[in-house]
């Protein structure tokens, strides 16, 4: 059986409305988003968990610690709402050129592939439950619901590396599907984990924690109550965790990067090898940082760094995927230049303004304590924000309604 004609055949006939290149730099481009607060919220649920049990052995820092598990149990939640969120786009993006393979993964480990809604939504509602409870001395029993939460996730974050993988591996479907000529529609098993690469990419919410926590210090400078002395606490912490955090990301990401196919071309691979020496490079910045750095640059280059990632995941996709047979290149276009327009004006209208507008204010919004009072720039993005807003929504239903009348005169 030729599994390269195969997948080709089960694309959709379709098509796709532009070039597919255009669908993958939006994969890679959305997936930074989406994994960033993945690392955010289980470095902040880890963190979280570890200061609400460590508050009372230190009488020094113990008031500190009580205070930073609570502010990261609130991260967390957040992060949690928003990783969901920008996790949509990635996946539909993924839906569109990829679709043979994370169709057939998905229906391989089926069982799975639900279980991850139910599961995903115990976690956070067992998070909720620590999130209510943890204020200035909860009892400890209370950190049962935040184990069980942050098991869940990680188990979440398996399922979701293992539908990934299972769709790399075409050549191995028939032998999931009917084992020993048998076939299993069940669905009850994960197939392929490669460890090397979930540990890492998990791991790597470690220095994602360590990296916020300096953007935290730096970002409640002016605030009155955030005390000199709990900002250097929590600056320090965050030093500290995010040289460990890059500096451990090592051993799976060289593990990760031998576990390669022989022949694949990407042991070598100098992407791969970038990263390496990029972890190597923020572990050794994180040492020599300073009181005096600017506490968002270390975030600036985690984001960067996740970047790479990305594309390093496409490449291997596109190592894997090539030798069978299936390019992303050769899917069937046919151009819809007035969805894709609108599509873009509304990723840089509402994406751009409106979330600009919404960012801005919060950003300025927290840094005060009580009532914040919007300045002039503040006020021109909201007034721009619900302008562009309802240009867009007139534009939809015209566009629409203009499309409808069309195709009934057409019928007619």
Same mark, same amino acid.
């Given at each position: 059986?030729d ?8 694309r959709?006939p379709?098509g796709v409305?532009?070039h597919?290149?255009v ?5 890679v481009?959305? /997936?930074? =988003?989406?994994? !960033?607060?993945?690392h955010?919220?289980l470095g902040?649920?880890g &963190?979280?968990?570890f200061a609400f ?5 230190d009488?020094? %820092? ?6 930073l ?19 949509v !786009?990635?996946?539909?993006?993924t839906?569109?050129?990829? +679709?043979?393979q994370w169709? #057939? ?5 089926g069982?799975w592939?639900? =279980?991850?809604i139910f599961?995903?939504?115990v976690?956070?509602?067992?998070w909720?439950?620590?999130y209510h409870?943890n204020?200035?001395?909860?009892k400890?029993h209370?950190?049962f619901?935040? /184990? ?6 990680c188990?979440?974050?398996l399922?979701?590396?293992a ?11 028939m032998? /999931? ?6 076939v +299993? #529609?069940?669905?009850?098993a994960l ?7 979930? *540990?890492?990419?998990m791991?790597?919410? $470690?220095?994602?924690v360590g990296v ?5 210090a730096?970002y409640?400078a002016g605030?009155e109550?955030?005390?000199p002395?709990?900002r250097?606490?929590?600056? =320090? ?11 451990l990301?090592?051993?799976p990401m060289l593990?990760w990067q ?5 022949g694949?071309?990407l ?6 090898w ?6 190597? %490079?923020?572990?050794?910045w ?5 009181d005096d750095?600017?506490g968002?640059?270390?975030?600036v ?10 594309v390093?995941r496409e490449?291997?996709r596109?190592?894997y995927? @090539?030798p069978l047979?299936? %390019?992303v290149? %050769?899917?069937t276009?046919?151009?819809?230049w007035?969805? #894709? $327009?609108?599509?873009?004006?509304t990723l840089?209208g509402?994406g751009?303004?409106v979330?600009?507008f919404?960012?801005t &204010?919060?950003? @300025?919004a927290?840094? *005060? ?5 919007a ?7 909201? #007034?721009?924000?619900?302008s562009?807003l309802?240009?867009?929504?007139a534009?939809?239903?015209?566009y629409g309604?203009?499309?409808s009348?069309?195709d009934?005169?057409n019928?007619?």
């Amino acid at each position: 059986m030729d599994i390269g004609a195969v997948m080709n055949t089960m694309r959709d006939p379709a098509g796709v409305p532009a070039h597919p290149v255009v669908f993958q730099v939006l994969m890679v481009i959305t /997936w930074v =988003a989406h994994i !960033a607060f993945v690392h955010l919220a289980l470095g902040s649920a880890g &963190l979280a968990i570890f200061a609400f049990h460590r508050r009372g052995a230190d009488k020094a %820092t113990g008031a500190y610690w009580e205070r930073l598990s609570m502010a990261m149990t609130k991260v967390a939640k957040v992060s949690v709402s928003l990783l969901i969120v920008l996790g949509v !786009a990635p996946l539909l993006f993924t839906q569109v050129i990829y +679709d043979p393979q994370w169709y #057939t993964s998905n229906v391989l480990s089926g069982r799975w592939a639900i =279980a991850f809604i139910f599961t995903l939504i115990v976690a956070y509602c067992c998070w909720f439950a620590f999130y209510h409870a943890n204020h200035e001395g909860a009892k400890k029993h209370v950190g049962f619901y935040a /184990w069980v939460a942050f098991g869940l996730f990680c188990l979440d974050g398996l399922i979701m590396h293992a539908l990934s993988y299972q769709a790399l591996l075409p050549e191995q479907w028939m032998n /999931w599907y009917a084992p020993g000529g048998m076939v +299993d #529609t069940r669905g009850a098993a994960l197939h392929a984990i490669q460890w090397p690469r979930y *540990v890492f990419i998990m791991g790597l919410a $470690v220095p994602a924690v360590g990296v916020f926590l300096l953007a935290y210090a730096h970002y409640f400078a002016g605030r009155e109550d955030r005390e000199p002395a709990y900002r250097a606490f929590v600056g =320090a912490l965050g030093k500290r965790i995010a040289q460990w955090g890059y500096g451990l990301a090592l051993v799976p990401m060289l593990a990760w990067q031998f576990d390669f196919p022989a022949g694949s071309g990407l042991v070598l691979h100098p992407v791969g090898w970038f990263i390496v020496g990029a972890l190597a %490079t923020m572990a050794l910045w994180m040492r020599q940082l300073g009181d005096d750095t600017h506490g968002y640059l270390p975030a600036v280059c985690g984001f960067g760094l996740l970047g790479v990632l990305a594309v390093w995941r496409e490449v291997i996709r596109i190592h894997y995927l @090539r030798p069978l047979g299936y %390019t992303v290149q %050769t899917y069937t276009v046919h151009a819809d230049w007035p969805s #894709t $327009v609108l599509f873009f004006a509304t990723l840089l209208g509402i994406g751009g303004l409106v979330g600009g507008f919404y960012l801005t &204010l919060l950003y @300025r919004a927290g840094r *005060v304590r009580g009532v914040y009072q919007a300045d002039r720039t503040v006020s021109r993005l909201g #007034t721009g924000a619900v302008s562009v807003l309802g240009v867009w929504i007139a534009v939809f239903f015209v566009y629409g309604i203009a499309i409808s009348m069309h195709d009934s005169f057409n019928l007619n």
